[in-house]
T-cell receptor, first 112, second 115 residues
Framework: KQEVTQIPAALSVPEGENLVLNCSFTDSAIYNLQWFRQDPGKGLTSLLLIQSSQREQTSGRLNASLDKSSGRSTLYIAASQPGDSATYLCAVLLYGNNRLAFGKGNQVVVIP | DTGVSQNPRHKITKRGQNVTFRCDPISEHNRLYWYRQTLGQGPEFLTYFQNEAQLEKSRLLSDRFSAERPKGSFSTLEIQRTEQGDSAMYLC?????????????FGQGTRLTVV
């Protein structure tokens, strides 16, 4: 069974600092990895998708890396803003599987 | 809005009542998923459809739960004889077939409260 762990569970940073969110997974036979953002009481918004053959993906201030051999992905958010305050979820899709395995999320607060 | 749409957004029901939720996926997506999320946890997989066929069900999907996707478009999730433990956010997602861009897109969810 794929286990996905996100550390830290919660963090607060002052506005302007870079955010580094970590995701680890136990089964390296992944098809892809996806990062999501979730605001309180809302659904999930897809941020970045990394295919298993890729090492990183970038979108604006967001950059996600993938290291399958070590079972890790990192989401970097540059120059954080108060609007980045949310929970960030990492999800892994395995080969031959149809279900995303999620971590519990990193709850982020950016302090103005 | 061409995203995944879920209705209702909120549902409060008394224990023992039946509830039904609806999900309209992105139109060209043939894959549809249901997940459940409780407070402080990541979403947990419930079931998966490819077109109208329900191909996978989680052990979480007890016999009180039933999901359908009759014409391969929208889907419904019904919970019979609701229990307080069913209180959660129910999320629907859709994606293109594997082999193409399999990015999953989620709806805004249906928040169920059983009192």
């Amino acid at each position: 069974k794929q286990e996905v762990t996100q550390i830290p569970a919660a963090l607060s940073v002052p506005e302007g600092e870079n955010l580094v969110l970590n995701c680890s997974f136990t089964d390296s036979a992944i098809y892809n990895l996806q990062w999501f953002r979730q605001d309180p009481g809302k659904g999930l918004t897809s941020l970045l998708l990394i295919q298993s053959s890729q090492r990183e993906q970038t979108s604006g201030r967001l950059n996600a890396s993938l290291d399958k051999s070590s079972g890790r992905s990192t989401l970097y958010i540059a120059a954080s803003q108060p609007g980045d305050s949310a929970t960030y979820l990492c999800a892994v899709l395995l080969y031959g599987n149809n279900r995303l395995a999620f971590g519990k999320g990193n709850q982020v607060v950016v302090i103005p | 809005d061409t995203g995944v749409s879920q209705n209702p957004r909120h549902k409060i029901t008394k224990r023992g009542q039946n509830v039904t939720f609806r999900c309209d996926p992105i139109s060209e997506h043939n894959r549809l998923y249901w997940y459940r999320q409780t407070l402080g946890q990541g979403p947990e997989f419930l079931t998966y459809f490819q077109n109208e066929a329900q191909l996978e069900k989680s052990r979480l999907l007890s016999d009180r739960f039933s999901a359908e996707r009759p014409k391969g478009s929208f889907s419904t999730l019904e919970i019979q004889r609701t229990e307080q433990g069913d209180s959660a956010m129910y999320l629907c997602a859709s994606s293109l077939p594997r082999g193409e861009n399999t990015e999953a897109f989620f709806g805004q969810g249906t928040r169920l409260t059983v009192v």
